[in-house]
């Protein structure tokens, strides 16, 4: 009898080991081999980065004095390192300090050998790691740990793909779909907030564990303000203070916001969503928290993932903005980002725009009826966001929703300011160093899920600043002297005003004229009834000497019509190579340009090296709410996915279109007749 116990005790023993295997420990062992650091060499070893010329590294250029007339700086917004939790568990190694060091122009190593490197310094940087992941690990290279808290320890830094899916999935809380008579994608969350961090692995195990985590997310923040200010060289480098405010929606959804700082007068503790429920909370948290001296701004980013609430009425906990929630969201969120590796957040084509632009770097398609996740909404891109703002301006009397733009990476890399296609190094650590685990076919997980159709190389912050400071980049971020390029580093002035004419163009102090008689990109004209002429639009632009040649300026109009309903028009206003713009298409005719797919080489003899023009709006009318902006878009040149095809001696990827062509977009200057 003995012996059947025994043996039956053991055929238990043994079917739960297989059953921990099967669905436990050999996933992580495949997901490890497949997309974890230790093998990213041996994929590495697979392609030949010779079959690619590089444009050698540029030194910094520095501006040694203070510019009235503003000096262009370009930066990086929106990064993460090794602190944030979901770039560890990917396979990032690489610190905040190497992230510094990167944005002054020395190379790193990313997991799997790959060599990353900008082509010029960048002059701003803002790490933005998650704040729900500080304190979280700290301890975790601490003697005396119980064997539950090792534990805890190892699956929060064990770099696995599989480990990242169980825990994010653990730490996203769970919401339902919110009342009918709200706009579809609004949630409404079955507790406050997601998740208390008590509840994160490391903050659950061993006495007193949740209070360490509470002490220790405090002194990381506080190693955080030390190492910004350890490495801020003004007029070289300027550091923002800033971190990531990150609560999670279903399916992956984001409802993040960027918090950054003016200085080093900072709160005593970063506020999460661990803290607060929506983001009108945080505004008023980081207000309850900034002393004498403390300023911030927010920058949401990815409203295309956010499943419809950036730009409807509601929080994603099912808040309803009331008027003093508009007026503070006026006040502390001037800017958006508007393209980052999660792709193009302008707008989407089928989704309230019929421009053909719109189509450019989408992740989603449009939302099928009764879809609540993972599908483009309309009031999930900031174009759309502008026309609401229209809207809410003629209810509310102000416009809570006037935002300039900039562009981020979201890398998760360490590596600010990395967006060339040519030297995509991935933006997730081992789960995508190599040409090959980029191009993969196979979903990685949630989050990731195709590289190649879900990632872009990322983008670029422009500012107009007299000098590189914290204040002076934090001023220009504020009023929204910003735009945003796709890569790229293209010049580009935008200025209007009535006293802004042809004769300015050719004018050797135009900026300074445009500075006298309008106002900048982000800036509001205030025009009167008598006021029947449209004002000058001049815009100006000028190509990266490392990259493609320009190939036309457009500008986008939105505005409200005497009933109140918002539109929105597309027109080319000026061509390269000579040609003009069609009047019946309002578009530029094709300038021929190509780009040779077996060696990325793209055409020469065609394209400007500038583009400038002023133009007047023919459909101005006086009375009306309106904004304008200005997209300039480049010849075509090779998307990330074919340089990386080429690395590997393969034809491009037929997921994608093998080309793109590069641009930037201004911050928008809105006409605001009730001034």
């Given at each position: 009898m003995l012996k059947k116990v025994g043996l039956s005790v053991i055929v238990l023993l043994l079917l739960a080991f297989g059953f921990i295997w099967l669905k436990l420990l050999l996933p992580l062992q495949l997901s490890a081999d497949k997309y974890g650091p230790d093998t990213a060499g041996r994929d590495y070893a697979l392609q030949d980065d010779s079959r690619i010329t590089l444009p050698a590294p540029q030194a910094a250029s520095y501006q040694s004095a203070p510019n009235p007339d503003m000096n262009l700086y370009w930066g990086e917004l929106h990064l993460h390192t090794a602190e944030s939790f979901d770039a560890a568990l990917l396979g990032n190694r690489l610190s905040i300090e190497d992230a510094?060091?990167?944005?002054?122009?020395?190379?790193?190593?990313?997991?799997?050998?790959?060599?990353?490197?900008?082509?010029?310094?960048?002059?701003?940087?803002?790490?933005?790691?998650?704040?729900?992941?500080?304190?979280?690990?700290?301890?975790?290279?601490?003697?005396?740990?119980?064997?539950?808290?090792?534990?805890?320890?190892?699956?929060?830094?064990?770099?696995?793909?599989?480990?990242?899916?169980?825990?994010?999935?653990?730490?996203?809380?769970?919401?339902?779909?919110?009342?009918?008579?709200?706009?579809?994608?609004v949630y409404q969350q079955t507790t406050r907030q997601p998740i208390a961090p008590g509840s994160f692995p490391t903050c659950k195990f061993g006495d007193g564990a949740f209070e360490r985590c509470i002490k220790n997310a405090a002194s990381d923040w506080a190693r955080y303000i030390e190492l910004a200010d350890k490495y801020y060289e003004p007029g070289i480098l300027t550091t923002l203070i800033a971190y990531?405010?990150?609560?999670?929606?279903?399916?992956?959804?984001?409802?993040?916001?960027?918090?950054?700082?003016?200085?080093?007068?900072?709160?005593?503790?970063?506020?999460?969503?661990?803290?607060?429920?929506?983001?009108?909370?945080?505004?008023?948290?980081?207000?309850?928290?900034?002393?004498?001296?403390?300023?911030?701004?927010?920058?949401?980013?990815?409203?295309?993932?956010?499943?419809?609430?950036?730009?409807?009425?509601?929080?994603?906990?099912?808040?309803?903005?009331?008027?003093?929630?508009?007026?503070?969201?006026?006040?502390?969120?001037?800017?958006?980002?508007?393209?980052?590796?999660?792709?193009?957040?302008?707008?989407?084509?089928?989704?309230?725009?019929?421009?053909?632009?719109?189509?450019?770097e989408q992740v989603f398609d449009p939302c099928q009826p009764g879809e609540k996740t993972g599908c483009a909404f309309e009031t999930g891109f900031v174009r759309q966001g502008l026309k609401v703002g229209l809207e809410l301006e003629r209810e509310l009397g102000f416009n809570p929703l006037q935002v300039g733009f900039v562009a981020a990476t979201d890398s998760h890399n360490s590596n600010p300011g990395d967006v060339e296609e040519?030297?995509?190094?991935?933006?997730?650590?081992?789960?995508?160093?190599?040409?090959?685990?980029?191009?993969?076919?196979?979903?990685?997980?949630?989050?990731?899920?195709?590289?190649?159709?879900?990632?872009?190389?990322?983008?670029?912050?422009a500012v107009w600043a007299p000098e590189n400071t914290r204040e002076a980049i934090f001023d220009a971020l504020a009023r929204r002297e910003t735009y945003a390029t796709s890569g790229p580093r293209m010049a580009m002035r935008f200025y209007a005003g009535w006293g802004i004419n042809q004769l300015v163009l050719n004018d050797p102090e135009a900026i300074q004229l445009s500075m006298a008689k309008g106002v900048p990109m982000g800036g509001v004209l205030y025009p009167d009834a008598n006021q029947q002429n449209s004002p000058g639009f001049l815009v100006w632009a000028t190509r990266d000497p490392l990259d493609a040649p320009l190939q036309r300026l457009q500008v986008i109009k939105g505005w409200l019509d005497a009933k109140g309903q918002a539109h929105e028009k597309v027109v080319d206003i000026a061509c390269a190579d000579g040609l003009t713009v069609d009047p019946a298409t309002q578009r530029c005719p094709d300038n021929g340009a190509t780009v040779d797919l077996n060696t990325c080489n793209y055409s020469q003899g065609s394209g400007a090296n500038e583009l400038k023009t002023v133009w007047h709006d023919p459909d101005y009318d006086s009375t009306q709410s309106a904004f304008y902006y200005v997209r300039v878009l480049m010849n075509p040149t090779c998307r990330w996915s074919s340089y990386d095809a080429i690395r590997l001696g393969r034809e491009p990827d037929a997921r994608v279109l093998p080309t793109i062509r590069e641009r930037a977009w201004t911050s928008p200057i809105w006409l605001d007749p009730k001034g």
């Open positions: 510094y060091r990167f944005a002054k122009g020395e190379p790193l190593t990313v997991a799997g050998d790959e060599v990353m490197q900008l082509s010029r310094p960048i002059d701003f940087v803002a790490i933005t790691d998650h704040a729900e992941g500080f304190g979280t690990r700290t301890h975790c290279d601490q003697p005396n740990l119980s064997f539950s808290e090792r534990a805890a320890c190892w699956l929060a830094n064990e770099p696995n793909p599989k480990i990242f899916q169980m825990l994010s999935g653990a730490v996203r809380g769970t919401s339902v779909p919110g009342d009918p008579s709200k706009p579809a994608g990531e405010f990150s609560p999670g929606l279903p399916d992956q959804g984001k409802h993040h916001r960027n918090v950054i700082f003016r200085s080093n007068t900072v709160p005593d503790r970063a506020i999460s969503s661990f803290d607060v429920p929506n983001a009108i909370e945080l505004w008023k948290g980081l207000e309850a928290g900034c002393g004498e001296g403390c300023d911030f701004l927010t920058i949401p980013h990815n409203p295309n993932k956010a499943w419809g609430l950036m730009y409807s009425r509601y929080t994603w906990d099912g808040q309803e903005y009331d008027q003093a929630d508009w007026r503070l969201r006026q006040k502390r969120e001037p800017l958006a980002e508007i393209f980052q590796i999660k792709g193009a957040q302008e707008c989407a084509l089928g989704v309230g725009a019929t421009d053909e632009e719109c189509a450019f040519w030297d995509f190094p991935g933006a997730a650590g081992a789960v995508t160093s190599s040409a090959m685990r980029r191009l993969r076919e196979d979903v990685v997980e949630e989050a990731y899920k195709s590289t190649t159709r879900f990632n872009t190389s990322g983008g670029l912050a």
